[in-house]
């Protein structure tokens, strides 16, 4: 299961996505994570889409960061003896190969097909059947419930009326100034709660969107299949009149202001699948948050990722 999902435009993936496997990108209790593994995951997480210079090292860090919480994930299977043995493994294994089978393929052509090894393979079916484990116990009716209440307003159809001001990075030259954008939009962030400058001036003056003229009104938006999730998810933790803190997306830097509410009037058993998505996401950060006191992450600097506690950007 791939929990993050992005919406982008530009330049192919395929050309764009790292350095090649023999590359490591980060290590989690000493097993590395190479860079082939970032980039087979970007493809995915693109699904056919095109990603420009400026966007493909926010994407690559999120993809990393993933990756490291699914190692966190599997370093805690292993500490609480929930691993899969080698027998189950090989169970798995055969399993696909069935199936592989099924469609008229091969497992060889499988594998040179996906880009992986066999420890490849072995690792993601360890991944597979310790995650499908956990998400039983902990995605249930009652939790489901709970937290569609917790976040009804995520998910029950409300719609919000948003503005903006985005920060966008050069075409890919000078990939580190991502850096300096957010600490631009931190400053700007701070003049406007300040009330030193209106959040409309703001955007004429420094945004890079289409909307500045507008004031950086982009008008209303659903929670879900217009604006990129890390932008929607942020807007939809607003306020009314509430100014985000500085939101990385593919496209740049964005402040991000709530300006209106409209409720909606779904009910859970109209998106289960949503809220069940949610509480995937919650587990992996609560597994992985829990496992990194134990587990120590090292980041090489050979792929773009976030400071860790932060989502500062750390560009080769």
Not at 275 to 303: C, H, M, Q, Y
């Amino acid at each position: 299961m791939l929990l993050v999902t992005f919406a982008i435009a530009g330049a192919g993936a395929d050309d764009q996505a790292g350095p090649g496997s023999e590359a490591v990108a980060a290590t989690v209790g000493g097993e590395p994570i190479d860079a082939g593994e970032v980039a087979r995951l970007v493809r995915t997480a693109a699904r056919g889409q095109k990603v420009s210079p400026a966007a493909l090292p926010v994407l690559q860090a999120q993809v990393l960061a993933e990756l490291v919480d699914r190692r966190l994930v599997l370093a805690y299977a292993r500490r609480n003896e929930e691993y899969p043995t080698a027998e189950q493994l090989d169970a798995a294994a055969a399993a696909l190969k069935a199936k592989l089978v099924s469609e008229g393929r091969t497992l060889d052509a499988y594998l040179h097909e996906q880009s992986l090894s066999e420890v490849d393979l072995r690792r993601q079916l360890a991944w597979g059947l310790v995650w499908d484990k956990y998400l039983a116990k902990y995605v249930t009716d009652e939790r489901a419930a709970a937290y569609f209440e917790a976040h009804r307003r995520e998910f029950d159809g409300t719609e919000l009326a948003v503005s903006h001001i985005l920060l966008r990075p050069s075409s890919g030259v000078d990939r580190a100034a991502w850096s300096e954008l957010v600490k631009q939009a931190e400053a700007i962030r701070r003049s406007i709660v300040a009330g030193e400058i209106s959040f409309a001036d703001a955007a004429q003056k420094y945004s890079a969107g289409p909307s500045a003229k507008e004031g950086g009104r982009l008008g209303r938006i659903p929670r879900r299949g217009v604006m990129e999730e890390t932008f929607s998810r942020a807007a939809f933790a607003l306020e009314v009149g509430q100014v985000s803190e500085p939101v990385l997306t593919p496209f740049g830097v964005h402040l991000i202001r709530c300006d209106a509410v409209w409720p909606g009037k779904k009910q859970l058993a109209d998106v289960r699948r949503e809220v069940d998505d949610a509480l995937a996401r919650e587990l992996l950060s609560k597994i992985a948050r829990l496992e990194e006191r134990r587990t120590p992450v090292r980041f090489t600097g050979k792929t773009p990722y976030f400071k860790p506690g932060t989502r500062e950007l750390v560009v080769p």
